[in-house]
């Protein structure tokens, strides 16, 4: 069978997933009997449109020129386009806008309207609109997948499906890589936040305005996704009481260190309340990981706790997950041997 | 729709599995439209037989008087029976025994063979004979699921569907909570091997002979089953190089600590090679896991390391491990709304 893509967005994570498709398409023509056809790739200033299947090596390698290929369309938009596709699965992975998910939040909805499946990598519409998004999907008979918003390719949400016959009833998380690296050094080193930060900006681990990861609202939409995803929760980012790192002091780490404490940003969805905070942790616990990578602790009823850890960020990390979405839909539509 | 389940096994794990299902079946029936009925629990000397539905509570109320009941049949056996069940589903949760995999083995043959689906806690009969029962079910059209036979409750088989998208390529995990145990104890306190055991065995986390465990056997034959599950190899337990835990010495942990290693137990499938054996690990390593708990670190192709933690034991938990296969399988069939 064969399923037709349009991707949205080509920054770093739409062009890991071209790699990604194009380096296991002979395995999955082999292995699911699945062909996948990139048939459209659309960028802020027009799109690469090709009915019957894009050339992906062609693509990667025109690398940026590839507004130089005949099959660029100047100035079109995905959501003007999105109508007249026909394509099977939408892939969102554009930058959102944090206050409005735009513009990724009209291109799912415009998707789901065309009846087509939707699988994103983009948190915004998710946090800011999660239940608009579900019930249309719902309505309209169509499958959305978003696995990638949270975690990256650690499959935070897809292990719900390996617990139904527990019950999920909260969860603690480390859910933001760059705050937890700050943490992480002030701890081990001694340093204070700002140098901590430099350091982060230098290794390119935070960005130039770090305020989203520090003041905990990247975090933030996280934990909304995880609480309306796998407990079932209907919140948003307006819900979540949030406060960042910026304040912790060298002095406050040692004080609780010498206790058997450490610092973390945690988020946490626990008793219906949603909260991005600092919080000691004993030293000793699961949830106290170095660096960049991200942990989920999900608490459950029969089984104590269950804990997930991997790489929150990453081109390829965030298009292996967005590939796993793009699978479990192609299987549940029966395009899959 | 209904579905007959067919129980070996009424011990910690079978008793708590008919716990379990006994408290979620309002809910499924609600949720899932599936009505869950045991109609036989078998015994090594008899059964409890009913074919329209066995009364859960009432099994469990009686406690280890269940034989005093009126549809209790003595001296009969599962594997003579099974042709005459009719059952959808057999749960097999009898202890094994690690030479040969019985009687678990035979049993889950014999459901097979009459086209019953299995699911299984017992993980003699996989590491012995996997590729027979995976092959038996194939061609039978059966599935057969064993996610608690590999740390209990923690999904480290179900994942893999989480992961299509991905390439797992190893495994490193510690799958032997009484070792672990030992060994953490052995690094906190600097107390010898034999002190830590008699703390273990005293806690009631090791059995009066635990040479499985502490030889490395248990977590070889676990470390089988995921390399065979995940990685699509057919390895048996012989096929393992096995190294155990009882001559470490408090030096030798002492000796690796000062350069900022601990000693663990691990289970590892790399290169085609399966090894369990004590191994220098990073302190700060997120496999160094105090106590009994299990972590499971699969090495993916595109996304690092994803690791997997939580209880490895434990009857709840591996009744709540048996009810996801159930319900998994109970859904591959249709039988869920």
Same mark, same amino acid.
């Given at each position: 069978?064969?399923?037709?893509?349009?991707?949205?967005?080509?920054?770093?994570?739409?062009?890991?997933?071209?790699?990604? %498709? @194009?380096?296991?398409? *002979?395995?999955?023509?082999?292995?699911?009997?699945?062909?996948? =056809?990139?048939?459209?790739?659309?960028?802020?200033?027009?799109?690469?449109?090709?009915?019957?299947?894009?050339?992906?090596?062609?693509?990667?390698?025109?690398?940026?020129?590839?507004?130089?290929?005949?099959?660029?369309?100047?100035?079109?938009?995905?959501? &003007?386009?999105?109508?007249?596709?026909?394509?099977?699965?939408?892939?969102?992975?554009?930058?959102?806008?944090?206050?409005?998910?735009?513009?990724?939040?009209?291109?799912?909805? *415009?998707?789901?309207?065309?009846?087509?499946? %939707?699988?994103?990598?983009?948190?915004?519409?998710?946090?800011?609109?999660?239940?608009?998004?579900?019930?249309?999907? *719902?309505? @309209?008979?169509?499958?959305?997948?978003?696995?990638?918003? %949270?975690?990256?390719?650690?499959?935070? +949400?897809? =292990?719900?499906?390996?617990?139904?016959? @527990?019950?999920?009833?909260?969860?603690?998380?480390?859910?933001?890589?760059?705050?937890?690296?700050?943490?992480?050094?002030?701890?081990? &080193?001694?340093?204070?936040?700002? +140098?901590?930060?430099?350091?982060?900006? *230098?290794?390119?681990?935070?960005?130039?305005?770090?305020?989203?990861? =520090?003041?905990?609202?990247?975090?933030?939409?996280?934990?909304?996704?995880?609480?309306?995803?796998?407990?079932?929760?209907?919140?948003?980012?307006?819900?979540?009481?949030?406060?960042?790192?910026?304040?912790?002091?060298?002095?406050?780490?040692?004080?609780?260190?010498?206790?058997?404490?450490?610092?973390?940003?945690?988020? =946490?969805?626990?008793?219906?309340?949603? %909260?991005? &905070?600092?919080?000691?942790?004993?030293?000793?616990?699961?949830?106290?990981?170095?660096?960049?990578?991200?942990?989920?602790?999900?608490?459950?009823?029969?089984?104590?706790?269950?804990?997930?850890?991997?790489?929150?960020?990453?081109?390829?990390?965030?298009?292996?997950?967005?590939?796993?979405? +793009?699978?479990?839909?192609?299987?549940?539509?029966?395009?899959?041997?």
């Amino acid at each position: 069978m064969r399923v037709k893509i349009c991707l949205i967005g080509k920054g770093t994570v739409g062009t890991s997933f071209l790699k990604l %498709v @194009n380096i296991k398409k *002979e395995e999955f023509e082999q292995k699911f009997n699945l062909e996948i =056809i990139v048939t459209s790739i659309f960028e802020h200033d027009g799109a690469l449109i090709k009915e019957n299947g894009i050339n992906l090596k062609e693509v990667l390698d025109a690398e940026t020129n590839f507004r130089n290929l005949p099959y660029w369309k100047k100035n079109v938009s995905a959501k &003007e386009l999105i109508p007249t596709l026909n394509a099977n699965i939408c892939i969102e992975t554009t930058p959102t806008n944090s206050k409005t998910g735009e513009p990724g939040l009209s291109h799912i909805i *415009e998707a789901l309207n065309h009846n087509m499946d %939707v699988v994103s990598s983009n948190k915004g519409p998710f946090y800011i609109e999660y239940e608009k998004i579900i019930n249309l999907a *719902e309505k @309209n008979g169509c499958f959305v997948k978003y696995e990638a918003t %949270v975690a990256s390719c650690v499959p935070s +949400l897809g =292990i719900k499906e390996n617990l139904i016959g @527990n019950e999920i009833l909260s969860i603690k998380a480390i859910l933001n890589g760059t705050s937890n690296f700050i943490l992480s050094r002030m701890t081990a &080193e001694g340093v204070n936040f700002s +140098l901590a930060l430099k350091e982060a900006q *230098e290794l390119g681990y935070a960005e130039s305005d770090p305020t989203l990861d =520090i003041e905990g609202f990247d975090a933030a939409g996280k934990i909304v996704i995880l609480a309306n995803d796998i407990l079932g929760w209907s919140k948003s980012i307006h819900d979540v009481k949030i406060e960042g790192i910026s304040k912790i002091t060298p002095h406050a780490i040692d004080l609780v260190k010498s206790d058997g404490f450490v610092i973390k940003h945690l988020a =946490i969805a626990e008793d219906n309340e949603l %909260v991005v &905070e600092p919080r000691l942790i004993d030293k000793h616990s699961p949830l106290n990981i170095a660096g960049t990578l991200n942990v989920i602790e999900l608490e459950t009823k029969y089984a104590g706790s269950i804990i997930l850890m991997g790489r929150g960020a990453g081109g390829l990390e965030a298009a292996s997950a967005l590939l796993n979405d +793009l699978l479990s839909i192609a299987k549940q539509r029966k395009f899959l041997r």
